[in-house]
């Protein structure tokens, strides 16, 4: 099957060429007909699999066919992303395929000047990206107007939930029109996920490109057991030994991402971190460092990672696992992307074993455990509670992300436990 078996125009089939796409992934031969049929949609898919020119391609086409003048602060197609960096990611992707075509887009996020955003708004555009705050700050500003929106698009939509934004998002809908198109879409099929789907969506086509909850098959997973005091050296000799040119690295908290970057530049290994207490131009020169091999290493947090498109990324490392076992199938899932070979290793010290017990059961599988010599785990030490912040682990419940909404400024028992990640 080929691009142009879908009836896409000359233009967006030229844009399609430039970026030397051949053959429509297995989501995208799915999606993109739904789509084009002007249908509700739900689908579950993994990071990587296309998903993205799965929606982008069809809507552009769409919205071309049937062009209409802009208004004042008027937006035809919206979508909503949970985080700054997919959002500009994604408008990116609808700026690259929609090159050739009469298409205004941009994208509005927390973290820059309001004001700019709200002079571009101001003469209408076909396509926002937005994030679920700054969109609400928009809306009581009166900057921008949702009434003659066409398409709805949650992309990311569990990541959403995990983060808090279902009332954002509820609030949203009220300023759309009743009929519109929606696309949701997830990479984890969860009953959360239905629930919202059934509160919006209408007769949708379910697309599940993905088996429910697991990880690409392109990814080879390894854990190392290792002591807690030994992991960053672990790491050191494994980027080095190895000779890793480029290494995404998780842990739980912001205060601990930054520590082991500034322990790995001791070691000789050029690090940056990247998370919520960073500004977003520190976050935007984190990502382009890294993505042009200035840096080796990009430490994370799990919010700060979720939805980075980094191509052909080879390597990732579970410096700590995550409390929630759900995410370290998102966490992996940025390497081994679009049918490239990837390598998730996780590095797991004894007070870990409970959170690696509930991954595998997710998993339905064993995951291989390979101990480094020379790092071997000293049988002596007994397993410690992890502390999240409070001085104890948090027990997962399917619900364990709860984020600001709005404009994201949360409340004083909310910044202390956001303090942590």
Same mark, same amino acid.
């Given at each position: ?99 050739? &075509? +009469?298409?205004?887009?941009? =994208? ?9 955003? %709200? /002079?571009? $708004?101001?003469? !209408? ?50 300023? &759309? +029109?009743?009929?519109?198109? =929606? ?9 959360? %996920? /239905?629930? $919202?789907?059934? !509160? ?222």
């Amino acid at each position: 099957m080929s691009f142009k078996d879908f009836g896409f125009s000359e233009e967006l089939l030229r844009a399609i060429a430039d970026q030397d796409y051949r053959e429509p992934t297995s989501v995208q031969q799915m999606a993109i007909p739904v789509v084009l049929k002007g249908h509700d949609m739900l689908v579950s898919a993994q990071t990587g699999t296309g998903k993205t020119a799965g929606f982008t391609l069809p809507m552009l086409h769409r919205l071309c066919t049937r062009p209409k003048p802009r208004t004042q602060y008027s937006v035809r197609a919206l979508i909503l992303t949970p985080t700054r960096e997919l959002a500009a990611q994604v408008e990116e992707s609808v700026r690259t395929y929609g090159k050739y &075509l +009469p298409i205004k887009s941009t =994208n509005v996020f927390g973290g820059v000047n309001i004001n700019t955003q %709200i /002079k571009i $708004l101001r003469g !209408g555009v076909d396509i926002l990206v937005a994030t679920p705050g700054r969109l609400l700050d928009l809306v009581s500003q009166r900057a921008v107007d949702l009434s003659k929106v066409e398409i709805l698009v949650l992309d990311e939509a569990d990541r959403m939930l995990d983060m808090g934004f279902i009332n954002d998002i509820r609030k949203i809908i009220t300023h &759309l +029109p009743k009929t519109r198109q =929606n696309l949701l879409f997830c990479a984890t099929f969860s009953d959360e %996920i /239905k629930r $919202l789907a059934d !509160g919006f969506l209408t007769s949708p086509q379910l697309i599940e490109a993905a088996r429910r909850n697991t990880a690409a098959e392109s990814i080879s997973q390894t854990i190392h057991p290792v002591d807690n005091s030994r992991k960053r050296e672990l790491l050191s000799f494994l980027v080095s030994s190895k000779e890793w040119k480029q290494v995404l690295v998780f842990t739980r908290t912001k205060h601990g991402a930054n520590r082991l970057s500034q322990q790995l530049a001791l070691d000789g290994i050029s690090s940056t971190a990247i998370h919520g207490n960073k500004t977003q131009a520190a976050r935007t020169k984190a990502l382009a460092d890294f993505k042009n091999g200035a840096v080796r290493v990009l430490v994370a947090t799990d919010i700060a990672a979720r939805g980075l498109d980094i191509d052909q990324l080879p390597h990732v490392v579970n410096f700590e696992l995550p409390m929630v076992p759900e995410d370290y199938v998102h966490r992996i899932g940025r390497t081994g992307r679009a049918g490239c070979v990837g390598e998730a290793v996780s590095l797991v010290c004894i007070d870990e074993r409970e959170l690696l017990t509930k991954i595998e059961r997710l998993l339905k599988c064993s995951l291989s455990k390979v101990v480094i010599d020379g790092y071997e785990p000293n049988p002596a030490i007994k397993a410690q509670p992890i502390p999240n912040g409070r001085g104890f682990q948090r027990k997962s419940n399917g619900n364990s992300h709860q984020r600001p909404s709005s404009n994201n400024r949360p409340s004083n028992h909310k910044r202390q436990r956001g303090k942590f990640r």
